[in-house]
C-alpha cells in the first residue's frame, strides 16, 4: 500500500492520478489509515488527492476527517474539501458547512450558501439573514 501511495505522491499529471486513486480505492477498508494521515500533509496536491480518496472509500467518517480543511490556508484545499462534503448529501453537512462559512474563501461562499439553500436540506435552521451574519461578521 505505502509505495502506491507514494506513486500518488510524486505523481505530476492529474490523469494518472486519479487512475492510482482508483487502483487504491480497490484496497478497500487497509487504505482509510494512509488516506487520513495525508490529509495533515503540507502538500496541498496530497491532502486534495486524500481527500478525492477517502470520497472513492466511502470514509463513514469523511465529515470529521474533512472538517479541519474547511479551515485550510490553501484555497484549492478548501474546494476540494467543500466539494466532497456537498457530494456525500450526509446530513451533517450543512451544520459543518454554516460553521466553515467564516474561514472559507470568498470564491467558495456562493457555492456553499446556495448548498445551505437547499431544499433537500430539511431541519436546517439557518436562514437568509443567518449567512450574511456568519460570512460578514
Known sequence: IARVFQELEQEPMASKRSGLIRLISRIGPAALEPARQRLKSGLAQV??????LLVEL??????????PLLRHADERVQKVAVHAIIRTRSPGRATLLAEALPYLHSHLLEEVTGDL???LLPGLSLSVP???VAVTG
Open 117 to 119: 439553500r437547499s431544499p
Open 47 to 52: 491532502v486534495c488527492d486524500a481527500c478525492h
Open 130 to 132: 443567518d449567512l450574511r
Open 58 to 67: 466511502k470514509d463513514p467518517s469523511l465529515l470529521a476527517q474533512l472538517a
